[in-house]
């Protein structure tokens, strides 16, 4: 399923502040949860794992787009005579598969200035992957000093880093590819992704792009994560080379996050 540059244009123009709601499978298999959708914005749903099916009894009403854990909904598109336009309000169901699950949701589409970001987990126990994390609770551990100097050094904690991507690329050859990824700190330490330490690459040229990433900032703490979307400018048919460089914070180690965009997820026409 790809991701048209009309919704991709108005996407990326929405300066409001994205809603991040929670919901939880063991519930939906129950009772359907609300989803609102605005027309002319997107409502991006994140799962815990991939979606294997996605189902609308008005599909004239919701448009279902993307891929792997994540579903991009918008308001179905209506002929005027002017063209087409978004429709405006309505009420529908959806249901998604989703590891061995039917979750049920409710889909109300209404006014609103602003895309919208559902997560689904698993279970409560889960915990969610964009929740802030918790400060340390007690005073600190108090330092006494040692009658002799230590001669080993502490071993740095354990790196962990979740990156996920998912690639939706435009049907004609304007070269615009839209990567849309997620980032989750499961280490120890805090670690930072400046965007002047992330590239993208095809044949060894480095390609033009604009990031959009919620929440905005560039160190993410013990627990807490971020996604968002990277827009690529000037991409011909053919493999694409993202590289982002990490610094994990205490320790001082930098580290590579790499993936090669290959095949049908890659897809841009020639004039």
């Known amino acids: 399923m790809r991701y048209t540059l009309i919704a991709m244009a108005l996407f990326l123009?929405?300066?409001?502040?994205?809603?991040?709601?929670?919901?939880?499978?063991?519930?939906?298999?129950?009772?359907?949860?609300?989803?609102?959708?605005s027309p002319g914005f997107t409502t991006v749903l994140d799962f815990w794992d991939q979606v294997d099916a996605a189902f609308s009894a008005k599909r004239e009403l919701l448009r279902i787009e993307?891929?792997?854990?994540?579903?991009?909904?918008?308001?179905?598109?209506?002929?005027?005579?002017?063209?087409?336009?978004?429709?405006?309000?309505?009420?529908?169901?959806?249901?998604?598969?989703?590891?061995?699950?039917?979750?049920?949701f409710t889909v109300r589409i209404s006014p609103g200035e602003y895309p919208r970001r559902y997560q689904i987990l698993l279970k409560r126990t889960q915990g969610g992957t964009y929740a802030p994390s918790r400060e340390p609770s007690g005073p600190p551990p108090s330092s006494a000093p040692s009658s002799a100097p230590s001669t080993q050094a502490p071993s740095p904690s354990p790196l962990d880093v979740r990156f996920t991507t998912t690639v939706e690329a435009p049907?004609?050859?304007?070269?615009?590819?839209?990567?849309?990824?997620?980032?989750?700190?499961?280490?120890?330490?805090?670690?930072?992704?400046?965007?002047?330490?992330?590239?993208?690459?095809?044949?060894?040229?480095?390609?033009?792009?604009?990031?959009?990433?919620?929440?905005?900032?560039?160190?993410?703490?013990?627990?807490?994560?971020?996604?968002?979307v990277i827009v690529v400018s000037g991409a011909r048919p053919g493999e694409l080379l993202l590289r982002w460089r990490g610094v994990e914070l205490g320790p001082g180690r930098t580290f590579l996050l790499e993936r090669s965009l290959l095949g049908k997820t890659l897809e841009i026409q020639s004039p």
């Open 66 to 104: 993307g891929g792997g854990p994540r579903l991009l909904l918008s308001a179905g598109l209506v002929g005027t005579a002017t063209g087409a336009v978004p429709v405006k309000s309505g009420m529908t169901d959806l249901v998604v598969e989703v590891g061995g699950r039917t979750l049920l």
């Open 13 to 37: 123009s929405a300066q409001a502040q994205v809603v991040l709601k929670t919901y939880y499978a063991e519930d939906l298999v129950q009772k359907p949860g609300l989803i609102e959708v």
């Open 171 to 228: 049907t004609d050859a304007s070269g615009k590819v839209s990567i849309f990824f997620s980032l989750e700190n499961r280490g120890k330490n805090p670690v930072s992704f400046a965007l002047n330490d992330l590239q993208v690459l095809q044949e060894g040229r480095p390609l033009a792009f604009s990031v959009r990433r919620d929440p905005l900032k560039a160190v993410l703490r013990p627990g807490e994560g971020q996604s968002g």
